[in-house]
């Protein structure tokens, strides 16, 4: 059995540390000397001859050296969000090999450049792979919420929706890249937008009904909440895990209630988990009180976690509210009083 490419390759090392040549660390790749995390970040906005050696050099590494390199800078990007690596990213979209594509799709999935998007859509199309065409549906989310602000010019719009419109409606596609592409679409105002969900929803097969729940959160309209708190009650867990997630998303605070029941009272872990992180993604005072309470009295591991990282979004929110400044969430200690 192999290892995730997405695994912990190991410790960061500090960041003043002096960073090689981007030349001397295509030449250690080029070697198959074991990968220096430090050393790939002079790799970030590689110039036109790095990028073009990078190029020439990329076919001749093998595939898991591939992988293991991409899930490198990938762990790079997270630690050092200044870091970009979207050029190196590119290079590898076209791989011969599946895994090295979808972590290239995963690898651009924060740009904005509308050229990007057309790529992706067009590989939507094209790819052979469904696990890639499933991970480029999913990169493809918030071109669409890029849409809704009016920051896509209107024939890129059209490419967008065209393209995940058509992987929804065809037949013949499997049911993960249809449903990542209907929850990709969700967040797309557009009347059509809601009655494809809906439609989803109502004559779908059991997995693409949860891909319309949580297509639902992302539509973000007020309409969907009933039917979302309906499926609080739903035999299957994956169900109304979704559906806690749909409502957090709608912002409502008629959800609010529904929501502490349901962490509250469900057996299953993480549909509770859901149900408390939903809490702190609508963050009203009444959620605020509940989760500090709940962080008193639940010991659960897992569920503790939850409740302050629910904590730590309300808080965020309120700081913004009050004054626009960030600050760092403050837990009351356990043992004290509330």
């Not at 090999?97 to 740009?111: C, H």
Request: net charge negative; charged share 30%; with cysteine.
């Amino acid at each position: 059995m192999t290892n995730d490419p997405l695994d912990d390759p190991g410790e960061l090392p500090e960041d003043d540390a002096p960073l090689p040549a981007a030349d001397a660390v295509l030449d250690d790749l080029a070697a198959g000397k074991a990968l220096d995390l430090h050393g790939l970040r002079a790799l970030s906005e590689p110039s036109r001859d790095i990028l073009q050696r990078c190029l020439v050099l990329w076919p001749s590494i093998d595939p898991a050296r591939r992988r293991e390199i991409l899930a490198a800078l990938q762990r790079l990007d997270e630690e050092h969000p200044t870091l970009d690596f979207h050029r190196i990213y590119l290079t590898a979209l076209r791989d011969p090999d599946p895994a090295t594509r979808m972590l290239a799709v995963r690898g651009l999935r924060e740009q904005d450049r509308a050229e990007y998007m057309r790529l992706l859509a067009a590989q939507l199309r094209d790819d052979p792979v469904a696990m890639v065409r499933a991970e480029i549906a999913e990169a493809l989310a918030p071109y669409v919420v890029s849409m809704e602000f009016g920051l896509m010019a209107e024939d890129d719009a059209e490419t967008l929706t065209a393209a995940l419109r058509d992987a929804i409606e065809d037949v013949d596609e499997t049911e993960e890249v249809r449903g990542n592409a209907l929850q990709a679409l969700g967040a797309s105002s557009e009347e059509s937008t809601g009655e494809l969900i809906s439609e989803t929803y109502e004559t779908g097969t059991p997995l693409m009904r949860v891909a319309a729940i949580k297509a639902m959160g992302r539509n973000a309209s007020e309409g969907w909440l009933d039917l979302l708190i309906y499926h609080f009650d739903d035999e299957d867990a994956e169900m109304r895990a979704a559906a806690a997630t749909s409502a957090g998303q709608l912002l409502v605070e008629a959800a609010v209630d529904p929501l502490v029941m349901l962490a509250t009272e469900d057996k299953d872990e993480e549909v509770q988990i859901a149900a408390i992180r939903a809490l702190g993604e609508i963050g009203n005072i009444e959620a605020e009180h509940v989760l500090t309470r709940w962080l008193r009295e639940r010991r659960d591991p897992a569920i503790q976690e939850a409740i302050r990282e629910a904590l730590a979004e309300v808080q965020l929110l309120t700081a913004e509210m009050m004054d626009g400044q960030r600050r760092a969430p403050e837990f009351e200690d356990e043992d004290s009083p509330l």
